[in-house]
């Protein structure tokens, strides 16, 4: 779900992973149409360091 907001909406994929100021700078980038492709690869990119993190967080057991 969040990969399907990441795409259509950049932005705000970034305040449901905690990154608001990204999310602001994301959103400025996204007003223009040819930032929106910039700013959804950005978005998927985080949106991907952000899982990698959970996963090892999960791993070393901590929350």
């Known amino acids: 779900m969040r990969l399907i907001l990441a795409i259509l909406i950049p932005w705000l994929q970034f305040f449901t992973i905690g990154r608001p100021f990204a999310g602001l700078i994301c959103l400025f ?3 223009t149409l040819i930032g929106w492709i910039p700013a ?3 978005s998927v ?3 991907s360091q952000y ?3 959970q996963k090892i967080k999960e791993a070393i057991g901590q929350r």
Do not use: E, H, K
Request: hydrophobic content about 60%; overall charge negative.
């Open 45 to 47: 990119y985080a949106l």
């Open 40 to 42: 959804a690869i950005w």
């Open 51 to 53: 899982t990698t993190d």
């Open 29 to 31: 980038l996204q007003i």
